[in-house]
Nanobody, 123 residues
Framework: QVQLVESGGGLVQPGGSLRLSCAAS????????MGWYRQAPGKQRELVAG???????DYGDSVRGRFTISRVAGKNTVYLQMNSLKPEDTAVYYC?????????????????WGQGTQVTVSS
């Protein structure tokens, strides 16, 4: 069973920084992509940042230039460095992974989600 374990959320003042981490564990054969999404109250879930197996990176427009996603080479772990945080960055942040993993008796390519970690930006 694949699990995504997130950490690093919390309360920070505007202009501050936080670093989120997400580690995938289980019988994983290959990594296709991992990333972060967020969902604020009353809003749809949106892409924050993603990185694929070729290290191609994509950012949501609202975070480009402030957030940086990185991946640990050879490990199914990604980090999201969040700088210059704004109150509008307040949301639950979810880790997402597109993995080839053992699931239900065979290796399958599937989408996995973490449990979410709260990020609150407030003075």
């Amino acid at each position: 069973q694949v699990q995504l374990v997130e950490s690093g959320g919390g309360l920070v003042q505007p202009g501050g920084s936080l670093r989120l981490s997400c580690a995938a564990s289980g019988r994983i054969a290959s990594f296709n992509a991992m990333g972060w999404y967020r969902q604020a109250p009353g809003k749809q879930r949106e892409l924050v940042a993603g990185i694929n197996s070729r290290n191609a990176i994509d950012y949501g427009d609202s975070v480009r230039g402030r957030f940086t996603i990185s991946r640990v080479a050879g490990k199914n772990t990604v980090y999201l460095q969040m700088n210059s945080l704004k109150p509008e960055d307040t949301a639950v942040y979810y880790c997402n992974a597109d993995l080839l993993a053992y699931n239900g008796g065979s290796y399958k390519r599937s989408d996995y989600w973490g449990q979410g970690t709260q990020v609150t930006v407030s003075s």
